[in-house]
């Protein structure tokens, strides 16, 4: 996916969020859909992509989205982020329309590849969005500090792309959507590519991230040991047309180390979300 698709919706905070752990933190809906449908209109026919799709994510949730190849997850993400426009139903973000959060700069997006300009240095791929925006020059440069930190990438500001390992480039995205400052990161498979133990690390350097600054995540994976690891809440979708078959809230502590995954109580979620998938199977 070309950088300039996800500059374009990687975004900044403008409202006033209600403090975490605030009155209304554990309750507020910063997402929801009703009712979503779509239907892609292709020269094969249609394809209809998701199906009575309704969910609410609320503020400072984890969610992960797990399901079969093609179910629809990417769409779904996208519909959120305004990349795609529903055929039916609603789509709320932050209480407005998905264009309207867009333009607000309501969320931060990432994407499967890194995406960074190799002609760029880190520091340059992350602070040209914010170029674009006309933010002030040492404003950028206190945000390109700041984010570099979260993803503990400090000291690499001057590097070139192709001198960090893909792990690291995948950091460097990360910090990009979050130089925005927006409140909602939409994450679409951001570790797929990578080799396990990489992914491992990323996992529990993402959750730190999450539980430093209170995101909202919704994320996107095909791996259930990651979703359960990541998410307070589990989304299991069905194959196309994508609807959701298991909604899961996690009883694991916010606390995780590695090893959680060991557990009788992890396993007995992963089980619970390898059988949604197998349900959902056997609906074909
Ligand atoms: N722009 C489009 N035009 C036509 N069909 C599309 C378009 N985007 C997605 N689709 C189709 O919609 C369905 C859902 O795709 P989507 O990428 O959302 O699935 P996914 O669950 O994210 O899959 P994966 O896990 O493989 O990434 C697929 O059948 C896909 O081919």
Same mark, same amino acid.
């Not at 259930?224 to 298991?246: C, F, H, N, Q, W």
């Given at each position: #996916?070309?950088?300039?698709?996800? %500059?374009?919706? #990687?975004?900044?905070? !403008?409202?006033?969020?209600?403090?975490?752990?605030?009155?209304? %933190?554990?309750?507020?809906?910063?997402? *929801?859909?009703?009712?979503?449908?779509?239907?892609?209109?292709?020269?094969?026919?249609?394809?209809?992509?998701?199906?009575?799709?309704? @969910? &609410?994510?609320?503020?400072?949730?984890?969610?992960?989205?797990?399901?079969? *190849?093609?179910?629809?997850?990417?769409?779904?993400?996208?519909?959120?982020?305004?990349?795609?426009?529903?055929?039916?139903? =609603?789509?709320?973000?932050?209480?407005?329309? $998905?264009?309207?959060?867009?333009?607000?700069?309501?969320?931060?997006?990432?994407?499967? %590849?890194?995406?960074?300009?190799?002609?760029?240095?880190?520091?340059?791929?992350?602070?040209? $969005?914010?170029?674009?925006?006309?933010?002030?020059?040492?404003? +950028?440069?206190?945000?390109?500090?700041?984010?570099?930190?979260?993803?503990?990438?400090?000291?690499?500001?001057?590097?070139?792309?192709? +001198? @960090? *390992?893909?792990?690291?480039?995948?950091?460097?995205?990360?910090? /990009?959507?979050? *130089?925005?400052?927006?409140?909602? @990161?939409? #994450?679409?498979?951001?570790?797929?590519?990578?080799?396990?133990?990489?992914?491992?690390?990323?996992?529990? +350097?993402?959750?730190?991230?999450?539980?430093?600054?209170?995101? =909202?995540?919704?994320?996107? =994976?095909?791996?259930?040991?990651?979703?359960?690891?990541?998410?307070?809440?589990?989304?299991? #979708?069905? $194959?196309?047309?994508?609807?959701?078959?298991?909604?899961?809230?996690?009883?694991?502590?916010? &606390?995780?180390?590695?090893?959680?995954?060991? !557990?009788?109580?992890?396993?007995?979620?992963?089980? /619970?979300?390898?059988?949604? @998938?197998?349900?959902?199977? %056997?609906?074909?």
């Amino acid at each position: #996916m070309a950088f300039g698709n996800s %500059a374009d919706v #990687m975004a900044s905070k !403008t409202d006033g969020a209600t403090p975490i752990g605030g009155r209304d %933190a554990a309750t507020e809906a910063v997402i *929801s859909a009703r009712n979503l449908d779509l239907t892609f209109q292709t020269n094969d026919g249609p394809i209809h992509a998701l199906k009575d799709v309704n @969910l &609410d994510i609320n503020k400072g949730e984890f969610v992960s989205f797990i399901g079969p *190849s093609g179910c629809g997850k990417t769409t779904f993400l996208r519909v959120m982020a305004d990349l795609e426009q529903p055929t039916g139903g =609603t789509v709320t973000v932050n209480g407005v329309s $998905p264009q309207e959060a867009r333009r607000s700069r309501a969320y931060g997006y990432v994407f499967q %590849a890194a995406g960074l300009y190799p002609w760029r240095t880190i520091g340059g791929n992350i602070r040209l $969005p914010l170029e674009i925006m006309g933010i002030s020059k040492a404003e +950028q440069a206190e945000r390109v500090a700041r984010v570099l930190e979260l993803v503990e990438l400090a000291g690499f500001e001057k590097k070139f792309p192709w +001198q @960090l *390992s893909g792990g690291m480039q995948q950091r460097a995205s990360i910090a /990009r959507a979050l *130089s925005f400052d927006a409140d909602i @990161l939409l #994450m679409d498979e951001p570790f797929g590519a990578l080799d396990e133990i990489v992914r491992d690390h990323l996992n529990e +350097q993402l959750l730190k991230l999450w539980a430093r600054t209170r995101k =909202t995540v919704a994320f996107v =994976t095909h791996s259930i040991p990651e979703a359960v690891y990541l998410s307070t809440k589990i989304v299991v #979708m069905s $194959p196309r047309p994508g609807r959701i078959t298991d909604v899961i809230d996690s009883p694991l502590p916010h &606390d995780r180390p590695l090893e959680i995954r060991e !557990t009788p109580e992890f396993l007995e979620v992963a089980h /619970r979300v390898r059988e949604g @998938l197998r349900a959902g199977h %056997a609906d074909v």
